[in-house]
């Protein structure tokens, strides 16, 4: 078995500030990179910044800076929020970067050399926030589809990658790897697309400067997607790979992106590998959007989410879980605080929370902090602990199909079970009668231990809890290996348990 894995954000583009749509997809890579670490893979994480284009250099030069210093402040703003909500990237690639200007121009180089790229003369609507060129049939009342601003009818010497050539080729593998896009509507979506038939791109501009010369040829510049989408290889090392990380990670195991550039990564980019006879991704994961209260995102609504603000105001942890847990990953979900502070006080003080506080208390109140032996179980202890391995399962498979909000679903299910076990089992009850304080002992090992196994469970989407809940327990927090440790029975009894503070205060409501 492979125990490889390799996981990108799409790179995010300078000329924005990082909102809760770019936490949302950076922090869903992180929770299963965190997830697959602990499950003994090897693990190449990677987010970057797309440095390059007409709107970068339009936006530095109305500020009055250069496009690489507008591209050095802005993209210190993704890299402390990345610190600031714990995510643990492998690397952080810039498309202004030499290491990705050379890995970029040979794949250039490549295509040009093998006749898929070629030089001509381009005509049609350009939508220069979208750095997209449209038809006519395309525009909607002459403006552009996605974004709705107007367009300019622009010609130009261009040149053109042969994408036509490779549109039955990537259909059958489409149809051929159902796994491919995903969710199914996605793949659907991009099936129709391609049985239109495909046209040549246009894969350079001279109409701006900043960006990556066209090899040959310094008038052009490689045309911004081609640029960006080269990345994924060339944060590897492509094609020298000095490090053997090309040789080691790719193809990657899943791009994990935006509904809005789906058309990028599962046309343009798989038909530029293609052309190149490199491997395909394994899988393209598109989620949805983020509205704010049933409306979408914008600055001239001034309802855009700051991530930095909620992390301040609510703790990482519990916007790393709000993000994850409350709609399903692949589907558009509506962000309001009342929904936020819900989660907060219902799921993880009064649930997740309790839970840990309870436990810990009674275990120092009946045995001094020290962790008895179980005993023999009976019925209802055997029904609690059953649960475990069955939870363990179904959050492995929902793990790998990226359905987070499921795999915290059933973890949660084993925090209400681990609840209703104090309330069926009455601790306080037991600890009135001397003859009973086996049972009772078996009782607090059972718990304690569900604890134990929830916070390994927890730990990819609440790093800082489980390293709480660790400590708690009397554990080393240095790393979480769920491999081997997610058996029930892997607290020793004996070990000092120590009194839980709150991990998650209630927020009153006015």
């Known amino acids: 078995m492979d125990k490889r894995f390799y996981i990108t954000t799409p790179i995010y583009y300078v000329n924005d500030v990082p909102h809760i749509g770019h936490a949302y997809t950076t922090l869903a890579c992180d929770v299963l990179a965190r997830y697959k670490r602990a499950r003994g893979y090897e693990v190449f994480f990677l987010t970057g910044t797309d440095e390059h284009g007409q709107k970068v250099e339009k936006a530095a030069l109305s500020r009055g800076e250069t496009p690489l210093e507008l591209a050095d402040r802005v993209m210190k703003r993704f890299q402390a929020l990345w610190e600031k909500l714990n995510v643990s990237n492998t690397d952080f690639i810039r498309t202004s970067q030499e290491r990705h200007k050379q890995g970029a121009t040979a794949l250039f180089s490549k295509l040009l050399a093998s006749g898929d790229i070629y030089l001509g ?114 944060a590897l090392g492509y094609p020298q790979d000095p490090e053997g990380n090309f040789e080691k990670f790719w193809p990657a195991d899943v791009h994990v992106i935006g509904k809005d550039i789906l058309r990028f990564h599962t046309v343009y980019w798989p038909t530029f590998l293609l052309a190149a006879g490199l491997p395909l991704p394994k899988k393209v994961f598109a989620h949805g959007w983020w509205t704010v209260e049933g409306q979408k995102m914008s600055k001239s609504l001034a309802n855009v989410v700051e991530p930095n603000m909620l992390v301040d105001k609510y703790g990482v942890d519990a916007i790393r879980y709000f993000l994850l847990r409350e ?159 997610d058996r029930w029975g892997g607290l020793q009894p004996g070990v000092t348990i120590a009194k839980a503070t709150p991990l998650f205060p209630r927020i009153e409501t006015e």
């Open 327 to 485: 709609v399903p990953f692949g589907l558009d979900g509506d962000f309001s605080h009342t929904a936020l502070v819900h989660r907060i006080n219902s799921d993880l003080a009064n649930d997740l929370g309790n839970l840990v506080s309870r436990s810990t208390a009674m275990v120092n109140k009946y045995f001094n902090g020290i962790l008895p032996a179980p005993t023999v179980p009976e019925t209802i202890d055997e029904a609690y602990i059953a649960r475990f391995p069955a939870a363990v399962t179904a959050v492995d498979e929902q793990m790998n199909d990226l359905a987070f909000n499921k795999a915290l679903q059933a973890i949660w299910e084993l925090v209400s079970a681990s609840n209703k076990y104090i309330d069926d089992t009455a601790p306080w009850t037991l600890a009135k009668d001397p003859a009973k304080t086996e049972r009772l002992g078996t009782v607090m090992y059972n718990l304690l231990e569900a604890v134990r196994l929830i916070g390994l469970l927890v730990s990819p989407f609440m790093p800082q809890t489980a390293v709480s809940i660790e400590q708690t327990l009397g554990l080393s927090a240095a790393e979480v290996i769920l491999n081997g440790q």
């Open 121 to 234: 003369e381009y005509e049609d609507w350009y939508c220069t926030p979208c750095e997209t060129f449209w038809t006519e049939t395309q525009l909607l009342e002459g403006s552009c589809p996605d974004c709705g601003r107007p367009t300019e009818k622009l010609k130009e010497d261009s040149y053109f990658f042969r994408m036509s050539h490779y549109g039955e080729a990537l259909l059958q593998h489409i149809e051929a790897n159902p796994e491919f896009i995903q969710p199914r509507s996605r793949r659907n979506e991009i099936l129709n697309f391609l049985r239109e038939g495909l046209r040549d791109l246009s894969i350079s501009r001279t109409s701006f400067s900043w960006g990556i010369p066209v090899p040959g040829d310094e008038r052009h510049v490689i045309y911004v997607w081609f640029d960006a989408l080269s990345n994924y290889i060339t």
